[in-house]
Structure formats: structure tokens, C-alpha cells
């Protein structure tokens, strides 16, 4: 395992186990005082604007500042009064810490500022069933990885055999693509079945039509916090600095579609038509507690790919399919602790040749899967490529994702007491156009 060299961070006020808030909250919420992410919300009155989940209550940052809580920073209105997170998240996370940890205590349980005050607690709070999420990031920019080792040796061993499953390069290097930033939706979206050429085993040539094998691929996205200049590379140690937050990640796959059109270039249409982002924003110093080894990384890398500490993070992952007028299915357990390369890796490894990040560039693991057949975080691996189809409870089979099934992704950390989630990524997939 990596982790050889541990580090002890102080502390963070805002994660303290012990904390507790005046809004009611679950045990089974995603969303305790410990946590508070951030993103975008508009009610039926309202504009888009900035705020923070707690248990099933949405505080509304724009009135939380113009009611004077959060004088003390001096923050334009605009910051908050905003379709998206980049201009709070360029405020820098050490400004974002701070006020993080500003929004923590005016939820203690011991805090009466707001608590007490009954005028300002009806503007400023709306229950999470009663507001509309949006997109969290404006996002310029868009990398997809390639990341977990067990994701890579399934595909590599469908698609080649066992003993060459992984690539020469593969240990040596996190494998990424540039991919497409326009067809990124916020959860709750729905999309049409791609379209486009391909391959059928016993044709002589390609055909034209929908996708008949749309998958789904369970991921972990990371927010870029930190813009760099062109020329300027990133750090294993420093790269945390540039990272503001993860979000759950559903990558659409049209399988067919790809396997015939990724050589020499990789994925284009089988992935471009649409990628599905959960709305709220789990900042990374609210998963700090959950900080866990990964895997033991053999061959050594190189210089700039090594890190100190454990750099993985132990983040319980669902996957969950429902037909449209069915329950929902089990169909997958995954732990993005389960990668081989870890955020800060993937963030050096990409700007090690001076490419710049901007805020709001968005960068997702690759699908991210297990050991075990359960934690396969793809119908094609959970099918084995179709050969082994899966049974729902209203007694259907699945190879890959019907039309008007709608995939749902779930993710929580849960330690001392604390479980920190992330809502929820869903899409349904609608027939072709």
C-alpha cells in the first residue's frame, strides 16, 4: 500500500465529529453540519443563486449575506446572486475555508444569531424538496481518466486476454482524454439515445443507427479551485491546493459505437452526447477525515507522479437502475478507494507538460471498479459484455441501459459517527430522436 509517509493535518474546526446543528438532520443524511457543500439553486421566486445543504434545508447565501451574517468578508452580492460556483470558488480556498467554517458556526446548535432570529430563518431557509438544482461549475474544460486498475483488467481482458490486459503505459501513467464540456447535465436530466456508426461482428461494413448497448460508468470528479499559467505544472504535494471540490460522475458510454470509432484516437461520439454531474460540490476539506491508502503502485513511478501520506479516499459508492415504471435496483457497491491513481497524480500528470487549468475545469476518474463482480462499475462489466445478463425485480433482463431506464449514482464517507454524501447523480435515458 501506499502511505509509507504519513502526515498529520491539524484539526479543521467544521469536521469535528462532535458538532451539531440547530436544523434538524438525519442520520442518514448526506448532509450534516460536518459537511456543507456548495452549489446552485433557484426556487419558482428566485434566481439562480449560491448555497450550502444541511440535513434537508438549503441556505440561501445571497440572503445570508444581504441580512449582514456574512459581513465580515465583504463579499459582493454578485458573488452569490450567480448561475454558477466559480466566482466564490476564485475567492481561494484559504477564503473558502474560512467561510466554510463562518457557515458552521452560525448552524451550532449553540449559536443563536440565526437560530433565534425567526424574520431572517424564513428567508433564508428552503427545504431541499422545494428548490430547482442547476449546473454547480461553469465548465471550461473536461478530462476523463482511466484510473482504477480492476475498470482496466476487466476491459483489457474482454477486449484483449488476460495476460495483456493493461497496455504498456498503463502503471506508468494516468491514461486520460480530453473530453466534451458542452453535454455535461446536472442530475435530474434527462437524454436521448446517441446515435452514430457501427460495427456488427459479422458485417463487412459499418451501419448507421441508435446505440443498442448504452452503458453507464460509475465515477468521481474533482472541481479545479486554482487557475495556472500556460507553462506552469502542478505538484503531487501541491495539488490539493488546486482542487476545491468532487462530485458524483455518470460518463455515458454507447458501447458499440465506441468499439468501433476509439481507434487511434479514443472515445468521440460513444461519449460526447451527454455526462451526468450530481449538484452539490463536497468541498475536499470535508472529506479530509476519510483520507485512506490505495493500492500499492508497482512499477515505481516516476519522480513527479510520487506523493507522500494517503491520498485516497474512502468514499462508499451505489449504483442503482430503475425501469420506468419498476423499483429501484441494486445493481452495484464500489469504493473510490479503489483507485490506482490517485486526484493529486492525475492533476500533476496533467499539467506536467505546462498545459493550464482554469476554475471550474472538471476532471473524472474513469469508472471506478472493484475486486468483486458486485463492485464492476459498468453494465458492460457487470454483464461480461452482455454474456451474463442481470435481473431485475419486476423479472427483466438488462445486458446495457433500456430506453426510459433511468441509473441512479450514490456516494457517502461515513466514520466516527459522520456520514459525509453527495446526493445523487440521475439521468433517464430517453429513446433516440
Known amino acids: ?21 440547530w436544523i434538524e438532520v438525519q442520520p442518514n443524511s448526506d448532509f450534516p453540519i460536518q459537511n456543507l457543500p456548495f452549489g446552485i439553486f433557484k426556487t419558482q421566486s428566485s434566481t439562480s443563486r449560491v448555497g450550502v445543504a444541511i440535513g434537508d434545508q438549503v441556505i440561501d447565501l445571497l440572503m445570508l449575506n444581504k441580512l449582514g451574517f456574512l459581513s465580515d468578508f465583504k463579499i459582493e452580492d454578485s458573488v452569490f446572486d450567480n448561475q454558477y460556483l466559480n466566482d466564490f470558488i476564485a475567492l481561494g480556498k484559504p477564503f473558502c475555508s474560512t467561510f466554510r467554517q463562518r457557515i458552521s458556526n452560525l448552524l451550532n446548535e449553540n449559536n443563536a444569531e440565526l437560530r433565534d432570529n425567526k424574520i431572517a430563518r424564513s428567508k433564508v431557509l428552503h427545504s431541499i424538496t422545494n428548490v430547482q438544482m442547476q449546473m454547480p461549475v461553469k465548465v471550461g474544460d473536461y478530462t ?7 475498470h482496466a483488467t476487466n476491459v483489457g481482458t474482454m477486449f484483449r486476454d488476460p495476460a495483456n490486459a493493461l497496455l504498456p503505459n498503463w502503471k506508468h ?28 461482428a459479422d458485417a463487412e461494413l459499418p451501419v448507421f443507427g441508435p446505440s443498442k448497448s448504452l452503458d453507464f460508468e460509475l465515477e468521481v470528479a474533482f472541481i479545479i479551485g486554482k487557475s495556472t499559467e500556460l507553462g506552469q505544472s502542478v505538484s503531487t504535494a501541491d495539488a490539493d491546493n488546486y482542487i476545491f471540490g468532487v462530485t458524483l460522475f455518470n460518463d455515458w458510454s454507447a458501447r458499440d459505437i465506441q468499439t468501433w470509432e476509439y481507434v487511434p484516437l479514443g472515445p468521440f ?39 507522500k501520506g494517503e491520498k485516497n479516499i474512502d468514499i462508499n459508492l451505489e449504483v442503482l437502475l430503475q425501469p420506468e415504471k419498476g423499483e429501484e435496483n441494486l445493481i452495484c457497491r464500489s469504493n473510490y478507494k479503489f ?17 493550464n487549468i482554469n476554475i471550474g475545469d472538471l476532471m473524472a476518474s474513469g469508472t471506478i471498479s472493484g475486486p468483486t463482480p458486485d463492485s464492476y462499475g459498468s ?16 423479472g427483466t433482463e438488462r445486458k446495457f441501459i433500456n430506453d426510459n431506464d433511468t441509473v441512479i449514482l450514490r456516494g457517502y464517507c461515513e466514520k466516527d459517527g459522520v456520514r459525509i454524501g453527495f446526493g445523487e447523480a440521475a439521468g433517464k435515458l430517453l429513446p433516440a430522436l
Not at 476539506?285 to 516516476?302: C, D, I, S
Open 1 to 21: 500500500m501506499l502511505g509509507e509517509f504519513i502526515t498529520f493535518a491539524p484539526m479543521i474546526k467544521a469536521n469535528d465529529p462532535s458538532l451539531k446543528s
Open 339 to 355: 483507485m490506482y491513481w490517485t486526484m493529486e497524480q492525475q492533476l500533476a500528470h496533467h499539467t506536467v507538460n505546462g498545459c
Open 144 to 150: 476523463d481518466f482511466y484510473s482504477s486498475i480492476d
Open 269 to 307: 461520439l460513444a461519449k460526447n452526447f451527454a455526462s451526468t454531474i450530481s449538484p452539490w460540490v463536497v468541498t475536499l476539506e470535508a472529506l479530509e477525515p476519510f483520507r485512506t491508502a490505495g493500492y500499492q503502485q508497482e512499477p515505481k513511478v516516476l519522480p513527479y507522479l510520487e506523493y
Open 379 to 394: 453494465m458492460l462489466e457487470l454483464s461480461w459484455k452482455g454474456t451474463k445478463p442481470l435481473k431485475l425485480k419486476d
Open 173 to 200: 501513467l494516468p491514461v486520460g482524454y480530453h473530453g466534451r464540456a458542452s453535454s455535461i447535465v446536472v442530475s435530474g436530466t434527462p437524454f436521448h439515445r446517441p446515435k452514430g456508426q457501427t460495427k456488427p
